[in-house]
Structures are given as structure tokens and as C-alpha cells.
Nanobody, 123 residues
Framework: QVTLVESGGGLVQAGGSLRLSCTAS????????MAWFRQRPGEDRDLVAA????????YYSDSVKGRFTISRTDTKYTVHLQMSRLELEDTAVYFC????????????????WGQGTRVAVSS
């Protein structure tokens, strides 16, 4: 079993930055790809960024490419999402996910989920 705990959400002005963190526990968590999804009210949960285990390849959605950076600690148990130049459209609940051995794009391919952390971007 893997448990994911997110932190770092909050309220920020447009153009600002936030860093989200996700700490995983569980014996096999280090072998999984990990990802950040986000969900706006009334919308589906969408992949924002993901990082593989070995090699640590990365994926970014077009909407965040060049503004967000995903990284993983050497132990592979913590994943960060550095969010810069935040836009109003980035407002959402952000979820950490783990589970597939390789990066996958769809939520149903991830076995484990955090509880979500809210990010609100104001004008």
C-alpha cells in the first residue's frame, strides 16, 4: 500500500509562484512513476506533469510547459511541482498520483492518490 500526502497549496496572485510537494510512503513507491493532476470544478481530472522512476523522464501538459517543473528527490519518495508565472486558469485542486511503472496520461492508470491541495490564483 502507498500513501500520498500533498502540501504547498494556497492563494497566490497571478504571475506568482508556488511549490507543491507530495511525500509518499510504502515499500515499493520508489519504482512508480508519479504525477500531478488537477481538477477544476465541473471538469475532468487532467494530467499536469509526471516523472518516471528510472530514467526520471518527464511529461508536461502544453498549458504548463515552460512554467512548471516537476522533480523527484534522490530517495524518489518526494515529488515537487514548482509552479511559476501562475495564471488564473491554474486555479484548481491539485492531486498527487502514483502507480504505473511508466508515465501514463489517464487518471485510471494511477493506483494511488493523495487527498488534493487547493491552488487559487487571483488577479
Amino acid at each position: 500500500q502507498v500513501t500520498l500526502v500533498e502540501s504547498g497549496g494556497g492563494l497566490v496572485q497571478a504571475g506568482g509562484s508556488l511549490r507543491l510537494s507530495c511525500t509518499a510512503s510504502g515499500r515499493t513507491v520508489g519504482v512508480y512513476a508519479m504525477a500531478w493532476f488537477r481538477q477544476r470544478p465541473g471538469e475532468d481530472r487532467d494530467l499536469v506533469a509526471a516523472i518516471g522512476w528510472s530514467p526520471p523522464n518527464t511529461y508536461y501538459s502544453d498549458s504548463v510547459k515552460g512554467r512548471f517543473t516537476i522533480s523527484r528527490t534522490d530517495t524518489k519518495y518526494t515529488v515537487h511541482l514548482q509552479m511559476s508565472r501562475l495564471e488564473l486558469e491554474d486555479t484548481a485542486v491539485y492531486f498527487c498520483a502514483a502507480g504505473p511503472l511508466n508515465i501514463e496520461r489517464w487518471p485510471n492508470q494511477y493506483k494511488y492518490w493523495g487527498q488534493g491541495t487547493r491552488v487559487a490564483v487571483s488577479s
